[in-house]
T-cell receptor
Framework: GQSLEQPSEVTAVEGAIVQINCTYQ??????LSWYQQHDGGAPTFLSY????GLEETGRFSSFLSRSDSYGYLLLQELQMKDSASYFC????????????FGKGTKLSVIP | EAGVTQFPSHSVIEKGQTVTLRCDPI?????LYWYRRVMGKEIKFLLH????????ESGMPNNRFLAERTGGTYSTLKVQPAELEDSGVYFC???????????FGDGTRLSIL
């Protein structure tokens, strides 16, 4: 089976930096995506890593190490509106475009 | 640009009844995906359309589920007859090409009583 592990909950202070980790054990790997979901809303695409290294998009960065089957999402200068659930998702192989999701990390930003 | 639209936002039906969910993808997006999240579990893939053709339906749980995308525009997902374990949130997503990120709708929350 496919397994993506991420912490269920994380709490951080407004203005701080938080890192959400994702480790995966899958039968294949063709890229790691991150999605944000506010309560009752649509999962919103944040970033995608196909190769090792860091991708930066504004306050959000995502990192991938394929040799360690590991990635993380880094959120800087946290704002209250960043309180949401964050999901990592793996694309398993080149010919398949379905995403396999982790269970999500609920981030709470406190004043 | 309008996002992915799903209808209804909520549906409550009794076991054994039929329900049809609808998804309108972003205009011009050939790729349409259905996912669902049952309580306490992860979001799971159901199937993928390219235009009107089913590209991958490996995630469909059983033959009580029927997805269609006539004309390659909007899609419907019918559950007939509904069972208790079908309760959950059904998401639709679309992308212009398979290489681009998938954009999700708000989902349909389905409750089977």
């Amino acid at each position: 089976g496919q397994s993506l592990e991420q912490p269920s909950e994380v709490t951080a202070v407004e203005g701080a930096i938080v890192q959400i980790n994702c480790t995966y054990q899958t039968s294949g790997f063709y890229g790691l995506s991150w999605y944000q979901q506010h309560d009752g809303g649509a999962p919103t695409f944040l970033s995608y890593n196909a190769l090792d290294g860091l991708e930066e998009t504004g306050r959000f960065s995502s990192f991938l190490s394929r040799s360690d089957s590991y990635g993380y999402l880094l959120l800087q200068e946290l704002q209250m509106k960043d309180s949401a659930s964050y999901f990592c998702a793996v694309r398993l192989r080149a010919g398949s475009y379905q995403l396999t999701f982790g269970k999500g990390t609920k981030l709470s930003v406190i004043p | 640009e309008a996002g992915v639209t799903q209808f209804p936002s909520h549906s409550v039906i009794e076991k054994g009844q039929t329900v049809t969910l609808r998804c309108d993808p972003i205009s011009g997006h050939d790729n349409l995906y259905w996912y669902r999240r049952v309580m306490g579990k992860e979001i799971k893939f159901l199937l993928h359309f390219v235009k009107e053709s089913k590209q991958d339906e490996s995630g469909m749980p059983n033959n009580r589920f029927l997805a269609e995308r006539t004309g390659g525009t909007y899609s419907t997902l019918k559950v007939q007859p509904a069972e208790l374990e079908d309760s959950g949130v059904y998401f639709c997503a679309s992308s212009q090409t398979v290489q681009e990120p998938q954009h999700f709708g708000d989902g349909t929350r389905l409750s089977i009583l």
